[in-house]
């Protein structure tokens, strides 16, 4: 079907749109002049809103509709989210040290200190010890002073003694050779260099000696800084946790709170 092409309906169509542009112009122009004593208000009122309806149109046209604008903000919340709590976990991850440390619980740990760390009986003191390897047992030297066969006892009551001591008096440490193998008990290094301030650290030993029985005890506390005394070869780790007569030589141990 053919339209002719009519310029006279055009030009009239055009004229009539012209004429309701004008009232509709006028009307707006009576309605924001009068009454005067509100005109100051109402301009006021209509740029503001006319300029919020603008700014949101400005912001809209990229994304085409308003569903594709406010799917755009609930999806980049959610990202966003995401995007915080990663960096707010490798944040933590970082100030512990590292993933290792990260992941370890109090539980696990304490489990472990309770079926490991082991009691000494020296001469004229006692105090508990670790297995450095799977027969080697560090404590300290006051512990086992004047007592050429100290006795290692376990936390199932066993006891043994070492067949060979070796120790370093200036540092008090002193290291118990053992004829069985314990591999399932060795606890392994942590440079103090890689601990943070306020970091958590638990403690283990037996406080009282075999005055005291049952289970290791193990106090709780964080790490302070690392101190060297002059004439001494090695590092002092200070801590916030209190020791009670008989831990010492215990371990202190890492776990993330």
Not at 129 to 142: A, E, K, P
Request: net charge positive.
């Amino acid at each position: 079907m053919n339209h002719k092409f009519n310029p006279e309906k055009l030009i009239y169509q055009a004229k009539v749109k012209i004429k309701n542009w004008q009232l509709r112009f006028i009307a707006y122009i009576k309605r924001l002049l009068f009454p005067l004593y509100l005109f100051p208000l109402k301009l006021v009122t209509y740029s503001t809103y006319y300029l919020a309806i603008f700014l949101i149109k400005l912001l809209i046209w990229p994304f085409k509709s308003y569903a594709n604008f406010f799917k755009t903000i609930f999806w980049g919340t959610i990202f966003t989210y995401f995007a915080f709590t990663e960096y707010r976990f490798l944040s933590l991850v970082e100030h512990y040290g590292g993933y290792g440390k990260f992941f370890c619980s109090e539980w696990a740990v304490s489990r472990t200190l309770k079926r490991s760390v082991v009691r000494v009986v020296g001469g004229l003191s006692e105090g508990s010890g670790f297995f450095v390897s799977d027969n080697q047992i560090l404590t300290n030297f006051h512990v086992i002073a004047d007592e050429p066969s100290p006795k290692v006892v376990f936390p199932d009551g066993r006891f043994t003694t070492p067949y060979r001591i070796t120790a370093n008096k200036d540092n008090d440490l002193a290291l118990l050779y053992l004829n069985e193998t314990h591999a399932d008990k060795i606890f392994h290094w942590v440079s103090p260099q890689t601990l943070q301030i306020n970091e958590p650290l638990l403690a283990a030993g037996y406080p009282l000696g075999t005055d005291l029985s049952g289970e290791v005890t193990i106090n709780k506390g964080n790490f302070s800084a690392v101190r060297h005394a002059s004439g001494f070869f090695s590092d002092y780790v200070q801590t916030s946790i209190n020791l009670v007569q008989g831990m010492s030589g215990g371990r202190s141990f890492l776990y993330l709170l």
